[in-house]
Nanobody
Framework: QVQLVESGGGLVQPGGSLRLSCGASGFTFSFSAMSWVRQAPGKELEWVST????????TYADSVKGRFSISRDNAKNTLYLQMNNLKPEDTAVYYC?????RGRGTEVTVSS
Protein backbone atom coordinates (compact mmCIF):
# COMPACT_ATOMS: atom_id res chain seq x y z
CA GLN A 1 0.00 0.00 0.00
CA VAL A 2 1.01 3.64 -0.32
CA GLN A 3 3.39 4.74 2.44
CA LEU A 4 4.73 8.23 2.97
CA VAL A 5 7.18 8.86 5.81
CA GLU A 6 8.23 12.41 6.64
CA SER A 7 11.33 13.40 8.58
CA GLY A 8 13.54 16.39 9.28
CA GLY A 9 11.32 18.52 11.46
CA GLY A 10 12.42 20.14 14.69
CA LEU A 11 12.82 23.34 16.65
CA VAL A 12 14.50 26.21 14.85
CA GLN A 13 14.94 29.91 15.55
CA PRO A 14 13.32 32.54 13.34
CA GLY A 15 15.45 33.05 10.25
CA GLY A 16 16.76 29.52 10.39
CA SER A 17 16.49 26.68 7.91
CA LEU A 18 15.29 23.10 7.83
CA ARG A 19 15.15 20.44 5.16
CA LEU A 20 12.25 18.04 5.25
CA SER A 21 12.32 14.65 3.54
CA CYS A 22 9.57 12.24 2.60
CA GLY A 23 10.28 8.62 1.73
CA ALA A 24 7.66 7.06 -0.54
CA SER A 25 6.77 3.43 -1.26
CA GLY A 26 3.90 1.33 -2.54
CA PHE A 27 3.44 3.18 -5.81
CA THR A 28 5.44 4.37 -8.81
CA PHE A 29 6.91 7.53 -7.34
CA SER A 30 8.24 8.85 -10.64
CA PHE A 31 4.71 8.80 -12.12
CA SER A 32 3.17 10.93 -9.37
CA ALA A 33 3.00 14.64 -8.70
CA MET A 34 3.70 15.22 -5.02
CA SER A 35 2.85 17.95 -2.57
CA TRP A 36 3.62 19.31 0.84
CA VAL A 37 0.80 20.50 3.05
CA ARG A 38 0.86 21.74 6.63
CA GLN A 39 -1.43 22.19 9.58
CA ALA A 40 -0.73 24.79 12.19
CA PRO A 41 -2.12 24.37 15.72
CA GLY A 42 -5.83 25.11 15.72
CA LYS A 43 -5.94 25.80 11.99
CA GLU A 44 -7.05 24.00 8.87
CA LEU A 45 -4.81 22.09 6.54
CA GLU A 46 -2.91 24.43 4.21
CA TRP A 47 -1.37 23.56 0.86
CA VAL A 48 2.32 24.56 0.69
CA SER A 49 3.81 23.35 -2.59
CA THR A 50 3.46 20.87 -5.45
CA UNK A 51 6.01 19.37 -7.81
CA UNK A 52 5.28 17.54 -11.05
CA UNK A 53 6.30 13.94 -11.49
CA UNK A 54 9.43 14.88 -13.44
CA UNK A 55 10.28 17.80 -11.19
CA UNK A 56 10.13 20.43 -13.91
CA UNK A 57 7.04 22.19 -12.63
CA UNK A 58 6.81 23.60 -9.11
CA THR A 59 4.17 25.76 -7.48
CA TYR A 60 4.11 27.45 -4.09
CA ALA A 61 1.67 29.10 -1.75
CA ASP A 62 2.19 32.84 -1.58
CA SER A 63 3.03 32.52 2.11
CA VAL A 64 6.19 30.50 1.37
CA LYS A 65 7.18 31.69 -2.10
CA GLY A 66 10.81 32.75 -2.23
CA ARG A 67 11.63 31.00 1.05
CA PHE A 68 10.74 27.34 0.46
CA SER A 69 11.94 25.07 -2.34
CA ILE A 70 10.42 21.72 -3.27
CA SER A 71 12.45 19.04 -5.01
CA ARG A 72 12.51 15.31 -5.58
CA ASP A 73 14.88 12.46 -6.30
CA ASN A 74 12.99 9.86 -8.30
CA ALA A 75 15.87 7.41 -8.07
CA LYS A 76 15.55 7.47 -4.28
CA ASN A 77 11.74 7.77 -4.14
CA THR A 78 12.18 10.83 -1.97
CA LEU A 79 10.52 14.23 -1.82
CA TYR A 80 12.17 17.23 -0.17
CA LEU A 81 11.21 20.63 1.14
CA GLN A 82 14.01 23.11 1.81
CA MET A 83 12.72 25.80 4.14
CA ASN A 84 14.75 28.97 4.59
CA ASN A 85 14.16 32.19 6.52
CA LEU A 86 11.64 30.43 8.70
CA LYS A 87 9.05 32.49 10.55
CA PRO A 88 7.00 31.69 13.67
CA GLU A 89 3.93 31.42 11.45
CA ASP A 90 5.57 28.47 9.68
CA THR A 91 5.11 26.43 12.86
CA ALA A 92 3.01 23.43 11.88
CA VAL A 93 2.97 19.72 11.23
CA TYR A 94 4.18 19.19 7.68
CA TYR A 95 2.89 16.34 5.57
CA CYS A 96 3.86 15.07 2.17
CA UNK A 97 0.92 14.01 0.09
CA UNK A 98 -0.01 12.12 -3.02
CA UNK A 99 -3.53 13.12 -3.83
CA UNK A 100 -5.59 12.60 -0.71
CA UNK A 101 -3.00 10.35 0.95
CA ARG A 102 -0.69 11.83 3.56
CA GLY A 103 1.99 10.54 5.85
CA ARG A 104 2.02 10.98 9.63
CA GLY A 105 3.82 14.28 9.34
CA THR A 106 6.86 15.92 10.90
CA GLU A 107 6.57 18.78 13.34
CA VAL A 108 8.27 22.10 12.71
CA THR A 109 8.46 24.68 15.47
CA VAL A 110 9.88 28.12 14.78
CA SER A 111 10.55 29.95 18.01
CA SER A 112 13.25 31.89 19.79
Amino acid sequence: QVQLVESGGGLVQPGGSLRLSCGASGFTFSFSAMSWVRQAPGKELEWVSTISNGGDSKTYADSVKGRFSISRDNAKNTLYLQMNNLKPEDTAVYYCSRGATRGRGTEVTVSS
